[in-house]
């Protein structure tokens, strides 16, 4: 499986981006996928979670209520909408895909990586 994500950029604060991670291969749809985030000088963390049917969702304390994670499997892509963005999501965003079932938030427990895409809300 290869991940691809795209649609990072710079944003004022209270905008709004939309990510997407293109995945390759066939099992992509039997997997789930999270988004990770690496903030300057921080660890990467945990950010939202979907299931390999979508029917469950996953987020950060962080980003509920203003981020929502969605997949399109017929293009074998993965989403993360972005609202009411705020300088603290700045940050490169990496889409994971983990070929176990359940939703994990550690980095290790994931199988593949994206090359991740810069996001910067400027305030």
């Known amino acids: 499986v290869q991940l691809q994500a795209f649609g990072g950029g710079l944003v004022q604060a209270g905008g709004s981006l939309r990510l997407s991670c293109a995945g390759s291969?066939?099992?992509?749809?039997?997997?789930?996928v999270a988004w990770f985030r690496q903030g300057p000088g921080k660890e990467r963390e945990f950010v939202a979670h979907i299931s390999w049917n979508g029917d469950k969702t996953y987020y950060a304390d962080s980003v509920k209520g203003r981020f929502t994670i969605s997949r399109d499997s017929a293009k074998n892509t993965v989403y993360l909408q972005m609202i009411s963005l705020k300088p603290e999501d700045t940050a490169v965003y990496f889409c994971?895909?983990?070929?176990?079932?359940?939703?994990?938030?550690?980095?290790?427990?994931?199988?593949?990586w994206g090359q991740g895409t810069l996001v910067t809300v400027s305030s």
């Open positions: 994971s895909a983990r070929a176990v079932s359940g939703y994990s938030t550690k980095v290790y427990e994931y199988d593949y």
């Open positions: 291969g066939r099992t992509f749809s039997a997997y789930g």
